[in-house]
């Protein structure tokens, strides 16, 4: 990123930061004096963090507002919820270091500036700006303790453990402002990210919920839309996604509901209408690298690889996401280029590296990369340790199914790898995942179907493991013919009493689409004691005690079916 706000936050400077990351330049900032500031402040501090949300439009009625200046667009969208664009943001930035210079006891305000900086670092990948956060948050609290009324610098901590990947303080911090103020709505899409990080999928669901009778309209149907994602209705997460992107007003709030809709399109396997999306993201602000790194990813989907490997290198030198710089070393690996696979593998390391220093866990990541390019074991010691520390999504279980299956414990890692697909979560490498498992325990049957099922729900998931899947499924050949019986694993016949543990891999594909759980439903059954876990994935203090009904009482309402604010 070329944009770079102040990095002493304390005591802060008092310049500006330089130009932000889209090519317009803040104008310079005012320095108003009056008590406005500290007000709004109260309003707009933690709610910048909530970049997946939606602004509100204003009712149709009302007279079209004066123009704004940066730092009045970046409260506004605070306000609402909603992303502000990096240029608004800086200068939001550069304004309340100026600010809290000069008054040094204004909570509010440095408040605004910690969760500022919280997003900041977030969009540009700059782990560094996460310390300057915490400062600034801190700086709140001794200024005014939470316990006595500043619950937004708790939302920030909250903002910024999540964006460390610490999702467990995450939870803590969004738990304790419910547990203050019920309806404080900056609180719910903290406990909603945290929760999901977690794998407590339950608990997301009713604090999705929840959030959609607080924040009614866009905001909530985006949450509402990601929440239909984890659950596997696909088609109930497009048509909801596509209402909150139809009431995105402000051009950030745009980009951001078009780029849902593109990772959504690109997830079924349909990579032309992803780029659809991520092209008209970047017609609407052409300085969003993620939509870019989308589109690089359906480019390659295409078989575009010079333009894929372009695009790719664009985003990992202005925004260096560590996911970035693997998905860019596997498709070099997928072309035979392995000299520039060992560069990009080289600065992920390093980019790890620096994560690690910064206080940001990237496990998952590192695991994913140890697992298939350098040492399963390493990998499988990451993932035991992150599931030891409750974090036991989706994604943490099939990493360590296959961090497992890698270092030859396929049987170990069998149990984990269900558990990711039992959630509901319609990953095609999740399915390829267990069907390899499955094929290396001489589960023909249920491999084969598993193997069809990651090449149905999306083709082109990896570059790499794609064609690996089409390889594992044509040796396995076709069922065998005289019945299910015949496609059985090979091995002692069951007595006749016993089922089969699974069903063969030849099911009815219209059934395969349904999610394989009730909506909202927990991660499945624990994996043995034997392979390191501990304790359930739910909590009991993860259950909304405002009384928002669970995700199966009314699992299709949508909360964010309003289209103004309350």
């Given at each position: 990123m070329d944009a770079k706000p102040q990095q002493n936050p304390e005591p802060p400077p008092s310049t500006l930061p330089p130009q932000g990351?889209?090519?317009?330049?803040?104008?310079?900032?005012p320095m108003r004096t009056t008590l406005r500031r500290a007000a709004f402040g109260a309003v707009a501090a933690a709610v910048l963090v909530a970049g997946a949300v939606i602004a509100v439009p204003d009712d149709e009625g009302e007279a079209a507002p004066p123009a704004q200046g940066p730092v009045a667009r970046a409260e506004a969208a605070a306000a609402a919820g909603s992303p502000a664009s990096l240029s608004d943001l800086t200068a939001l930035i550069g304004d309340r270091q100026k600010w809290v210079e000069t008054h040094p006891a204004d909570a509010p305000s440095w408040a605004v500036l910690g969760t500022a900086y919280v997003e900041w670092g977030r969009r540009a990948a700059d782990s560094a700006y996460y310390t300057r956060a915490e400062q600034a948050l801190q700086r709140s609290l001794a200024a005014q303790p939470g316990e006595r009324g500043n619950v937004r610098a708790w939302v920030g901590l909250g903002a910024l453990a999540n964006a460390r990947n610490d999702f467990l303080?995450?939870?803590?911090?969004?738990?304790?402002?419910?547990?203050?103020?019920?309806?404080?709505?900056?609180?719910?899409?903290?406990?909603?990210?945290?929760?999901?990080?977690?794998?407590?999928?339950?608990?997301?669901?009713?604090?999705?919920?929840?959030?959609?009778?607080?924040?009614?309209?866009?905001?909530?149907?985006?949450?509402?839309?990601?929440?239909?994602?984890?659950?596997?209705?696909?088609?109930?997460?497009?048509?909801?996604?596509?209402?909150a992107a139809d009431l995105a007003g402000a051009p950030a709030a745009k980009v951001a509901a078009l780029h849902r809709l593109g990772d959504l399109a690109a997830e079924?396997?349909?990579?032309?209408?992803?780029?659809?999306?991520?092209?008209?993201?970047?017609?609407?602000?052409?300085?969003?690298?993620?939509?870019?790194?989308?589109?690089?990813?359906?480019?390659?989907?295409?078989e575009r690889t010079d333009e894929a490997l372009a695009e790719y290198r664009t985003v990992t030198t202005k925004l260096p996401r560590p996911e970035y710089v693997l998905e860019l070393g596997e498709l070099y690996e997928s072309l035979g280029l392995d000299g520039d696979a060992r560069t990009q593998y080289t600065k992920l390391r390093d980019l790890l590296t620096r994560a690690r220093t910064a206080g940001v866990d990237e496990s998952l990541t590192e695991a994913r990369f140890e697992a298939d390019h350098g040492d399963p074991e390493a990998a499988v010691e990451l993932m035991r340790t992150e599931w030891a520390a409750q974090r036991r999504s989706a994604a943490v279980s099939d990493t360590l199914a296959w961090a497992l299956h890698r270092a030859g414990r396929s049987?170990?890692?069998?149990?984990?790898?269900?558990?990711?697909?039992e959630t509901?979560?319609?990953?095609?490498?999740?399915?390829?995942?267990?069907?390899?498992?499955?094929?290396?325990?001489?589960?023909?049957?249920?491999?084969?179907?598993?193997?069809?099922?990651?090449?149905?729900t999306n083709p082109y998931f990896s570059p790499l493991a794609a064609p690996l899947a089409r390889e594992a499924l044509d040796a396995l050949g076709e069922p065998a013919a005289g019945g299910p019986e015949a496609v059985q694993p090979s091995g002692p016949e069951p007595g006749p009493s016993q089922e089969p543990s699974r069903s063969p891999g030849g099911a009815d594909k219209e059934a395969e689409k349904e999610p394989r759980r009730e909506p909202g439903a927990g991660s499945g059954p624990e994996p043995s004691a034997s392979t390191g876990s501990a304790g359930s994935t739910g909590s009991a203090g993860s259950d909304d005690s405002t009384g928002a009904a669970g995700a199966s009482s009314a699992p299709r309402a949508k909360p964010g079916a309003a289209t103004a604010s309350p």
């Open positions: 990351a889209t090519s317009v330049p803040p104008p310079p900032a303080a995450g939870k803590k911090w969004g738990e304790t402002v419910r547990s203050r103020q019920p309806k404080e709505w900056t609180a719910y899409p903290v406990l909603i990210d945290a929760y999901n990080g977690l794998g407590e999928y339950a608990a997301a669901a009713r604090a999705t919920e929840k959030f959609g009778t607080l924040r009614k309209g866009a905001p909530a149907l985006a949450r509402t839309s990601e929440m239909y994602r984890n659950q596997g209705w696909r088609e109930d997460a497009l048509a909801t996604a596509q209402e079924r396997g349909e990579p032309a209408e992803a780029l659809a999306q991520y092209d008209a993201a970047l017609r609407t602000d052409r300085g969003h690298l993620p939509s870019l790194a989308g589109r690089a990813r359906a480019l390659a989907a295409l049987e170990e890692g069998m149990q984990y790898a269900e558990r990711a697909v509901g979560v319609r990953d095609a490498a999740y399915a390829y995942h267990l069907g390899a498992i499955e094929s290396a325990l001489g589960q023909d049957g249920p491999a084969r179907g598993h193997l069809e099922e990651a090449l149905r």
